[in-house]
């Protein structure tokens, strides 16, 4: 491995961090890495009355050695901008594709990269973020909707009394930047 390679590693390493924390709501347990909780067959929620299932509260079962162009479509992305909280944070691009390789369900696959000022060259860090399962009529995007809901919800701390509109600036668009089937959804949650 080149030098440069090894520098764009550990670069994926705080991609990863970043992504896992503040992206998909995973804690960080010394010794066993990120970890959700699973709550069995109870999906994360239910959106256009399909299930979604999300990696914070559902155990993702499924064999998934790397990440395969050929059987993923993007679906959007989204400029982060506290992607990595600190002093100060640092933003970072968020991409999300719906994988279509499993006969039964749709993945929505998600990559993040810090900006290169704030972690320095870095290969970006992917991870599974929610599912669903493929039913009559859907189609890659329809999937892909309703699966970025959901993450989009959880990642925005939609849970309970902890939320509200009024988190989110006036001009979060312009900050956030998203792509057009983003910015539909990221509407219809952030009002």
Same mark, same amino acid.
């Given at each position: 491995?080149?030098?440069?390679?090894?520098?764009?590693?550990?670069?994926?390493?705080?991609?990863?961090?970043?992504?896992?924390?503040?992206?998909?709501?995973?804690?960080?347990?010394?010794?066993?890495?990120?970890?959700?909780?699973?709550?069995?067959?109870?999906?994360?929620?239910?959106?256009?009355?399909?299930?979604?299932?999300?990696?914070?509260?559902?155990?993702?079962?499924?064999?998934?050695?790397?990440?395969?162009?050929?059987?993923?479509?993007?679906?959007?992305? *989204?400029?982060?901008?506290?992607?990595?909280?600190?002093? =100060?944070?640092?933003? /970072?691009?968020? +991409?999300?594709?719906?994988?279509? #390789?499993?006969?039964?369900?749709?993945?929505?696959?998600?990559?993040?990269?810090?900006?290169?000022?704030?972690?320095?060259?870095? *290969?970006?860090?992917?991870?599974?973020?929610?599912?669903? =399962?493929?039913?009559? /009529?859907?189609? +890659?995007?329809?999937?892909?909707? #309703?699966?970025?809901?959901?993450?989009?919800?959880?990642?925005?701390?939609?849970?309970?009394?902890?939320?509200?509109?009024?988190? *989110?600036?006036?001009?979060?668009?312009?900050?956030?930047? =998203?792509?057009?089937?983003?910015?539909?959804?990221?509407?219809?949650?952030?009002?």
């Amino acid at each position: 491995m080149s030098n440069k390679d090894e520098q764009r590693f550990r670069g994926m390493q705080m991609n990863s961090l970043a992504l896992n924390q503040n992206v998909l709501g995973l804690a960080m347990r010394i010794g066993h890495g990120f970890e959700g909780w699973d709550q069995g067959e109870l999906p994360y929620r239910v959106i256009d009355n399909v299930p979604v299932f999300h990696i914070r509260c559902n155990a993702f079962d499924r064999e998934m050695e790397s990440v395969d162009r050929n059987t993923m479509q993007k679906f959007g992305e *989204f400029e982060h901008p506290y992607l990595m909280i600190g002093m =100060p944070d640092s933003p /970072g691009v968020i +991409k999300l594709y719906v994988d279509f #390789r499993f006969d039964d369900i749709y993945i929505l696959l998600v990559s993040a990269q810090l900006d290169e000022w704030s972690n320095g060259p870095s *290969f970006p860090a992917w991870s599974v973020a929610t599912w669903t =399962p493929k039913v009559k /009529g859907d189609s +890659k995007m329809k999937a892909g909707a #309703r699966m970025f809901h959901a993450m989009l919800l959880s990642m925005d701390g939609a849970e309970a009394d902890q939320w509200t509109t009024e988190d *989110f600036e006036a001009t979060w668009e312009s900050e956030w930047s =998203p792509s057009e089937r983003c910015l539909e959804i990221m509407r219809k949650v952030r009002g």
